[in-house]
């Protein structure tokens, strides 16, 4: 079965400083992995994803994520926190059926 | 475009009452679709699943169940709330499997009283 387990339910960073979120997964097969944001009382947004090819993904909004297969981890990070990237982050892997399986994800605070 | 919308935006319901939440699709056909609950400090869990017209998939069981009476209609609903069904509601949708990412709509809040 798969899983994914987001490392630290809070994240508290200072503005312009270095914004990293921690996912790692558990799959039998070769994931596809997201990464999205939830600003209160809202829906989920896709900020990117990873099926296959350059293990570097570049996202919305200034944000990345690296897959590394020998670590199980999908990070993700952006070099500058801004106000507006305070929200609530979720990982998820696909089970290629489609459904997604999400971590507990990650509120982050963005200190001015 | 795709858009995906959800009704209502909010909700209050006694405990006992019934409920019916709809999300619908616009711009794709034949779209899977999903419907997740969202409770207070926790992730999303999957509870429902359609890959087709009258296609239906639980994966939890409780008191809740989903319809799919058009292609791109989706209907989450139940014959008598409980507290616990108290949460943020959301609806995805998604071109199929093969990494395709989901696209949420902008949820229903139900608060049971």
């Known amino acids: 079965a798969q899983s994914v387990t987001q490392l630290g339910s809070h994240v508290s960073v200072s503005e312009g400083a270095l914004v990293l979120l921690r996912c790692n997964y558990s799959?039998?097969?070769?994931?596809?992995l997201f990464w999205y944001v939830q600003y209160p009382n809202q829906g989920l947004q896709l900020l990117l994803k990873?099926?296959?090819?350059?293990?570097l993904v570049k996202g919305i909004n200034g944000f990345e994520a690296e897959f590394k297969k020998s670590e199980t981890s999908f990070h993700l990070t952006k070099p500058s926190a801004h106000m507006s990237d305070a929200a609530e982050y979720f990982c998820a892997v696909s089970d290629r059926g489609g459904k997604l399986i999400f971590g507990q994800g990650t509120e982050l605070s963005v200190k001015p | 475009s795709q858009t995906i919308h959800q009704w209502p935006a909010t909700l209050v319901q006694p405990v006992g009452s019934p409920l019916s939440l709809e999300c619908t699709v616009e711009?794709?056909?034949?779209?899977?679709l999903y419907w997740y609950r969202q409770a207070a400090g926790r992730g999303l869990q999957l509870l429902f699943y359609s890959v087709g017209i009258g296609q239906i998939s639980s994966e939890v069981p409780q008191n809740l169940s989903a319809s799919r009476p058009q292609d791109r209609q989706f209907i989450l609903s139940s014959k008598k709330l409980l507290l616990s069904d108290s949460g943020f509601y959301l609806c995805?949708?998604?071109?199929?499997?093969?990494?395709?990412?989901?696209?949420f709509g902008p949820g229903t809040r139900l608060t049971v009283t």
């Open positions: 995805a949708w998604t071109r199929g499997t093969g990494g395709y990412e989901q696209y």
């Open positions: 711009g794709t056909s034949n779209p899977n």
């Open positions: 990873y099926t296959t090819g350059a293990t």
């Open positions: 799959s039998s097969v070769p994931p596809y």
